[in-house]
Nanobody, 119 residues
Framework: QVQLVESGGGLVQPGGSLTLSCAAS????????MSWYRQGSGKERELVAA????????HYSNSVKGRFTISRDNAKNTAYLQMTSLKPEDTAIYFC????????????WGQGTQVIVSS
């Protein structure tokens, strides 16, 4: 059974930091591109960051570049999103997504974790 379970969300003050985790099971983690998306209230879901499976190349949206860092630990089947200098506009539900490197129709989503940035 495939599972992606996000954790680490919560309430944080502006300027603060949080690290999200995405624990994967039920598939060969190392064969998948891992990414983080977010969806704010009334907004469309948007790509935040992605990391490739082999070379660990990373990609960030302009809105988080320089503040967020995506990483992965293939031995632990886990992807991470370190978020620093958080802003109120970062408030959203954050989702983890796995896409097979060569067969992009094979994709999985987590259930999401809420991040609220507020004073």
């Amino acid at each position: 059974q495939v599972q992606l379970v996000e954790s680490g969300g919560g309430l944080v003050q502006p300027g603060g930091s949080l690290t999200l985790s995405c624990a994967a099971s039920g598939f060969t983690f190392g064969d998948y591109i891992m990414s983080w998306y977010r969806q704010g209230s009334g907004k469309e879901r948007e790509l935040v960051a992605a990391i490739s499976s082999g070379t660990y190349n990373t990609h960030y949206s302009n809105s988080v570049k320089g503040r967020f860092t995506i990483s992965r630990d293939n031995a632990k089947n886990t992807a991470y999103l370190q978020m620093t200098s958080l802003k109120p506009e970062d408030t959203a539900i954050y989702f983890c997504k796995a896409v097979h490197t060569y067969t992009t129709s094979r994709e999985y989503w987590g259930q999401g974790t809420q991040v609220i940035v507020s004073s």
